[in-house]
């Protein structure tokens, strides 16, 4: 999931089901030829897996809000039943309702088992999701920090060229 979801992530005068079906083609088309029946029931089913407000799959995705353009994204590739997912920034520019939403789904994700790898500038996003961060600095891995020992003050300490720090 790119972070520039409308730019990279998106056709947005396409409607929600047409970016939906994208990546998704394969599994969608007969002999090359996509089935529209086949196509709105997949994109409202994965409209109602990531809470898309309201489950238009017919509206052109660039006529939602943010948070549901990012939903959008999202149910590309979740549709695709990745085993390993790498979202990027992934509730940058959202509302705190799309946020939460999104940090459910992320969630959901990892508890099923798909690997999620988050890039994200957003600290409180990361302490509150990874179960592994990896502090990068310069183009290269400045510290690992296990769920435990990760905090603010430890993360920011090895952003700034610094080495872990005890929490005492």
């Not at 990279?8 to 083609?25: C, E, F, K, W, Y």
């Not at 502090?135 to 603010?152: F, P, Y």
Request: no cysteine; proline share 5%; net charge neutral.
């Amino acid at each position: 999931m790119p972070e520039e979801r409308r730019s990279d992530g998106l056709a947005l005068t396409m409607s929600v089901s047409d970016n939906i079906a994208l990546p998704n083609r394969r599994f969608l088309a007969r002999a090359g030829v996509l089935n529209p029946k086949r196509q709105h029931g997949y994109a409202m089913e994965l409209a109602d897996t990531v809470g898309l407000r309201p489950p238009n799959v017919k509206r052109d995705a660039g006529d939602y809000s943010g948070g549901n353009q990012q939903k959008v994204v999202l149910a590309k590739w979740l549709g695709r039943k990745p085993r390993v997912i790498v979202l990027d920034e992934p509730t940058r520019g959202v509302d705190v309702g799309a946020k939460a939403e999104i940090h459910r789904l992320i969630r959901d994700l990892a508890d099923g088992g798909t690997a999620v790898l988050i890039i994200s500038s957003d600290l409180p996003e990361l302490l509150d999701l990874a179960d592994v961060i990896h502090v990068i600095r310069d183009g290269r891995i400045a510290g690992t920090l296990a769920q435990d020992e990760a905090d603010e003050r430890t993360v920011m300490s090895l952003a700034a060229g610094g080495s872990k720090v005890s929490s005492s």
